[in-house]
């Protein structure tokens, strides 16, 4: 099975920041890695899928990296709205989800 | 529009089984597959398996492998997953989503409550 490992598991910051959040995978996905917003009590919501491909109607400013074992999930300027659980899935094998990041206000 | 729509919550016995339902809509059924993704109160999500819709083949989590059943009626636009042998680490919400790979469009979820 392909293992999934988010980094950090919680991170706290202020409306206007820079955010990253990285995956890495136990073993090469190539490019078949997608993220998700989740916020509490509701479905996830898809943002980005093959690595770096925005989802239609998301926001700008939010892209995706990387490929292989290692990507990651940057948000330019944070804004109250994007306060909210992210995960990563690797769809290459079967699907594996991350552990989630929490983005919680500074 | 697209629609997922899943059966409402259920309370089961440890041992029991239990079935949940996530109707399609808007959309030509048998063209996309439809996974099944789980998520414990308070924990993240996890990928349980996959269906395609047009010939029924599916992929299980290995860690369900023999538990797990999912289906489909092409007839209704129907996916069905069913979970027997019930634990109390099976208290999740049970989300349907379309799509073999990663999902846009996701129904609301159905809680399934494992207690004594």
């Known amino acids: 099975d392909i293992q999934m490992t988010q980094s950090p598991s919680t991170l706290s910051a202020s409306v206007g920041d820079r955010v990253t959040i990285t995956c890495r995978a136990s073993?090469?996905?190539?490019?078949?890695l997608a993220w998700y917003q989740q916020k509490p009590g509701k479905a996830p919501k898809l943002l980005i899928y093959?690595?770096?491909s925005l989802e239609s109607g998301v926001p700008s400013r939010f892209s995706g990296s990387g490929s292989g074992t290692e990507f990651t999930l940057t948000i330019s300027s944070l804004q109250p709205d994007d306060f909210a659980t992210y995960y990563c899935?690797?769809?290459?094998?079967?699907?594996?989800f991350g552990q989630g990041t929490k983005v919680e206000i500074k | 529009q697209v629609q997922l729509v899943q059966s409402g919550a259920e309370v089961k016995k440890p041992g029991a089984s239990v079935k949940v339902s996530c109707k399609a809509s808007?959309?030509?059924?048998?063209?996309?597959?439809i996974s099944w993704v789980r998520q414990a109160p308070g924990q993240g999500l996890e990928w349980m398996g996959w269906?395609?819709?047009?010939?029924?083949?599916?992929n299980y989590a290995q860690k369900l492998q023999g538990r797990v059943t999912m289906t489909t009626d092409t007839s209704t636009s129907t996916a069905y997953m069913e979970l027997r042998s019930l634990r109390s680490d099976d208290t999740a919400v049970y989300y349907c989503?379309?799509?073999?790979?990663?999902?846009?469009?996701w129904g609301q979820g159905t809680l399934v409550t494992v207690s004594s």
């Open positions: 989503a379309r799509g073999q790979e990663y999902s846009y469009y």
């Open positions: 808007g959309y030509t059924f048998t063209s996309y597959g």
């Open positions: 269906i395609s819709a047009y010939n029924g083949n599916t």
């Open positions: 073993q090469s996905i190539s490019s078949w």
């Open positions: 093959k690595a770096s």
């Open positions: 899935q690797q769809y290459n094998t079967q699907g594996t």
